[in-house]
Each structure stands twice: as C-alpha cells, then as structure tokens.
T-cell receptor, first 115, second 111 residues
Framework: DQQVKQNSPSLSVQEGRISILNCDYTNSMFDYFLWYKKYPAEGPTFLISISSIKDKNEDGRFTVFLNKSAKHLSLHIVPSQPGDSAVYFCAAKEGGIQGAQKLVFGQGTRLTINP | GAGVSQSPSNKVTEKGKDVELRCDPISGHTALYWYRQSLGQGLEFLIYFQGNSAPDKSGLPSDRFSAERTGGSVSTLTIQRTQQEDSAVYLC?????????FGPGTRLTVL
C-alpha cells in the first residue's frame, strides 16, 4: 500500500526553466509534508516543508504547493540550475512539525537539468 | 563530527550470514531512525528510537531484523541470516525538533 506516490520516475528540464515535481498521498491523517533532495552516494537532505494549515510555502527558488482536497503537492523550482540535478523525494508524516514520527516516502523523481 | 555518520559504507555478505550496521547520530539528537531504500524504491521506514521510550519497530520486515541504541546515542541495526532481498541501502537519520538529518547510508549486498 503506497501511501505516498511520485508517479514520474524521471524529469528532464532545460536550465533556466521551471521544474515541477508532483506527489500524491492517500492518508488523510498526514498533516506535514517535506521534500528531500538526494545526490548519489549521499543521504537525503531536507529541502522545504509545508504544514497542512498552509497551501503554499516559498524559500528562494523553491516553492511547495499543497492541495489538501486533491491530496496532492508539488515542488516548483525556478529557475532550474544544473546543480538541481538529483533525486527528489516527497515525504509525509502525522503529528505536525514537532511530531517525532516516521516519515512515509514516495519513490522519488530523478530530475535532470540540461544546460 | 557535525553530521550523521554510518559504517561501513559498503558491505558485501553471503546469504545466511549476519551483518551489523552502525549509526552515529548528531550529538544531542534524541530521535534516531532507520530506513532502507531498495533498488528503484523510496525510503522504507524500519524502526525509530525516541529518548528512553520503547522503540517503534512497526517497520521491521521480519524477526531477522533488530536494532538497539546504546546510551541514547549510537545505534546498531542487525540483520540475521541475510537473504538476497535484504540487499538495499540502509539509511540512518537523527532529529531533535522535527527535521530529520540523514547519514550517507550503508549499501548492503547479499550474494
């Protein structure tokens, strides 16, 4: 039972354009969502998060949008840069930001930024 | 060190052998997590330690898997009688308030 799904295993975007990575979830108890970025041979690093009380959170070139009714979130990167090439994981949890509980991850999307 | 460290970085073992994977969390972090990532899959939760509370073992796939955390710091994940399907990257993370910081992982290959 895949509670968090990233249906695009890969995405290729031209440098300078917008990258949009999508994520869907099924568990209505999830109330905190995170995006992680992973380079080869390294552990995932936290990128940006959003609480279910919001529908948008922005941090520099990165913006996460949450549509609770559709149980869908997306990560927008604009403008895309070659260093953004990595695998991006969507993750969800219950208990809000402070809830020290397990993260449920999607399968990841490999983003490639072409010069 | 400043981050989460894991050892070994790579482990190749024969089917049926036992293996131990080590995680050194960030100093002062009270929560410690183990995940694994199989080929082409997302990260799968295995077990979670929070302070002195009983660990959440709900993600362990079988009784061949166990983990302990000594002195509230270092953790060891043990896999007994390894099987080929145990081959994966095993990731450890630690946290203090919410955000989890991951180590580089141990790549386990069971031949």
């Amino acid at each position: 039972d895949q509670q968090v799904k990233q249906n695009s295993p890969s995405l290729s975007v031209q440098e300078g354009r917008i990258s949009i990575l999508n994520c869907d979830y099924t568990n209505s108890m999830f109330d905190y969502f995170l995006w992680y970025k992973k380079y080869p041979a390294e552990g995932p690093t936290f990128l940006i998060s959003i609480s279910s009380i919001k529908d948008k959170n922005e941090d520099g070139r990165f913006t996460v949008f949450l549509n609770k009714s559709a149980k869908h979130l997306s990560l927008h990167i604009v403008p895309s840069q070659p260093g953004d090439s990595a695998v991006y994981f969507c993750a969800a949890k219950e208990g809000g930001i402070q809830g020290a509980q397990k993260l449920v991850f999607g399968q990841g999307t490999r983003l490639t930024i072409n010069p | 060190g400043a981050g989460v460290s894991q050892s070994p970085s790579n482990k190749v073992t024969e089917k049926g052998k036992d293996v131990e994977l080590r995680c050194d969390p960030i100093s002062g972090h009270t929560a410690l997590y183990w995940y694994r990532q199989s080929l082409g899959q997302g990260l799968e939760f295995l077990i979670y330690f929070q302070g002195n509370s009983a660990p959440d073992k709900s993600g362990l796939p079988s009784d061949r898997f166990s983990a302990e955390r000594t002195g509230g710091s270092v953790s060891t994940l043990t896999i007994q009688r390894t099987q080929q399907e145990d081959s994966a990257v095993y990731l450890c993370a630690s946290s203090l308030h919410g955000e989890q910081f991951f180590g580089p992982g141990t790549r386990l290959t069971v031949l």
